[in-house]
């Protein structure tokens, strides 16, 4: 009993070190649920991220077939970035759309927005995110 408590309280001390770990960002429109996940999460300034879209339907199942894509860009400020789309592919058909973000050239408030066209459905869902600047 004592050895679980320890591993209890020594796997609590290593989730503290790992404070980095970003869980999947979520959101919803048009009776879609969405949820973004990158790699590295967090994003990090100076790289390029893996970036993973899924959207599922009202019951919960994955909604593959859509044409799914992705823009970067940092509001109030004018990069080359901004108006640049990338293409997103469901690869095994299973309603997870990847594709791979340009370089996060600095610290600062970051838009990921999602544009997708499932059936007659087109939304556009943007999702927030705070860059660090390197210690």
């Known amino acids: 009993m004592r050895i679980a408590s320890y591993m209890i309280v020594g796997g609590c001390a290593l989730l503290t070190a790992c404070s ?6 979520t959101g ?20 390029n991220a893996a970036v993973s ?3 599922r339907d009202g019951i919960n199942q ?9 823009r970067q860009y940092m509001p109030g400020h004018e990069m080359a970035l901004d108006k640049t789309f990338v293409l997103m592919v469901d690869q095994a058909k299973v309603g997870i759309y990847d594709g791979k973000s340009g370089e996060f050239s600095m610290g600062g408030e970051w838009v990921l927005e999602f544009d997708f066209i499932c059936g007659a459905d087109h939304y556009t869902k943007a999702f927030d995110y705070k860059l660090e600047w390197p210690e």
């Open 62 to 70: 994955p909604v593959s077939n859509c044409e799914v894509r992705f």
């Open 53 to 55: 879209f899924a959207i």
């Open 20 to 25: 980095d770990f970003q869980p999947a960002k």
């Open 28 to 47: 919803s429109v048009g009776g879609y649920e969405l949820q973004v996940k990158t790699d590295p999460a967090p994003l990090m300034v100076g790289q």
